[in-house]
């Protein structure tokens, strides 16, 4: 199956999080034109680095560009700054996967801080927001585009002591819905994956002896995501995509 990348212009946001190193080196395999992954934490920028300058020196051979850019994608100034940046360098992007988010739960409504549920919603949702913002109208001008964002089943069904984690991914899902309507003329499609609990360093420290077969495999993950950036699935939009099918 060809995805069609070679051309592209890939961005991942949040791409040295766990989901989003394994995503930017599944990417990295159909080597596109360039892609560039935002960071904020230094030390997962050089983990990433390595295991990128390891695939270098492996038998496949890399020539997609990859770019580093440090950004904080709460901040809507910052963000104009980044795709400014790119669209000096590469002129477009194609395609943007928001991997950017994180969990608070274990505790009540009644227990969150004010300061807890901004805080995902801020990092969930807000981000999603002002990222789609600003890069669709540079998809519109190349009248092409793939937005992907990460929410979860959460977002369709909450566990209780998870009301501003689910509430935010919710939100996620709707925002996605509304935008598609927007751009469904526009030949840009925008999308988003619904996983449970994925297999990564950090789940398995807070979860010792779960049972990890049941986990969502970051690999599996990202092939699902790749497909939503692919050709292959331009029938697909304003959709919440389940990827839960082991649980
Ligand atoms: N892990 C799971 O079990 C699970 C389940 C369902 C859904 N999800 C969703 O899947 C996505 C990826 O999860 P993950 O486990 O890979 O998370 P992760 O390892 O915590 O990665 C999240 C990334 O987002 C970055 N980030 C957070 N706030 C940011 C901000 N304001 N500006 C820029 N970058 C920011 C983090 O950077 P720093 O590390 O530098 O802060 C990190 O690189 C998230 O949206 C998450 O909510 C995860």
Same mark, same amino acid.
């Given at each position: 199956?060809?995805?069609?990348? @070679? ?5 991942? &946001?949040?791409?040295? /999080? ?18 560039? @992954?935002?960071?904020?934490?230094? &030390? ?9 300058? =390891?695939?270098?020196?492996?038998? &496949?051979?890399?020539? &997609? ?29 194609? *395609?943007?996967? +928001? ?8 505790? =009540? ?45 959460? /977002?369709?069904?909450?566990? /209780? ?6 509430? @935010? ?21 925008? +999308?988003?994956?619904?996983?449970? *609990? ?6 398995? *420290? ?18 699902? *995501? ?20 082991? =649980?």
């Amino acid at each position: 199956m060809k995805n069609g990348f @070679s051309n592209k212009v890939v961005v991942i &946001t949040g791409g040295t /999080g766990a989901l989003g190193k394994v995503l930017t080196k599944s990417f990295l395999n159909y080597n596109p034109k360039a892609i560039i @992954s935002t960071y904020r934490s230094e &030390t997962e920028l050089q983990e990433l680095k390595a295991e990128v300058n =390891s695939l270098s020196d492996s038998s &496949t051979k890399l020539t &997609t560009a990859i770019e580093f850019i440090k950004t904080d994608v709460t901040k809507e100034n910052e963000i104009k700054k980044v795709f400014s940046d790119i669209i000096q360098r590469h002129e477009q992007i194609h *395609i943007l996967v +928001n991997v950017v988010g994180g969990y608070i739960g274990g505790k =009540s409504s009644t227990e969150l801080d004010e300061s807890e549920w901004d805080k995902m919603f801020n990092m969930n949702l807000k981000s999603a927001f002002l990222i789609s913002k600003n890069v669709i109208p540079i998809m519109m001008m190349n009248h092409y585009g793939k937005i992907v964002h990460i929410s979860s089943r959460t /977002g369709i069904k909450a566990e /209780g002591n998870d009301s501003a984690y689910a509430a @935010s991914k919710a939100g996620l899902i709707r925002f996605v819905e509304s935008v598609s309507q927007e751009v469904k003329e526009l030949n840009i499609n925008i +999308n988003c994956v619904l996983p449970t *609990i994925i297999d990564t360093k950090a789940n398995r *420290i807070a979860m010792p002896g779960a049972d990890y077969s049941k986990w969502i495999n970051p690999a599996d993950l990202s092939n699902v *995501i790749m497909f939503l950036c692919s050709d292959y699935s331009k029938i697909i939009n304003g959709s919440a995509i389940p990827t839960y099918g082991l =649980s």
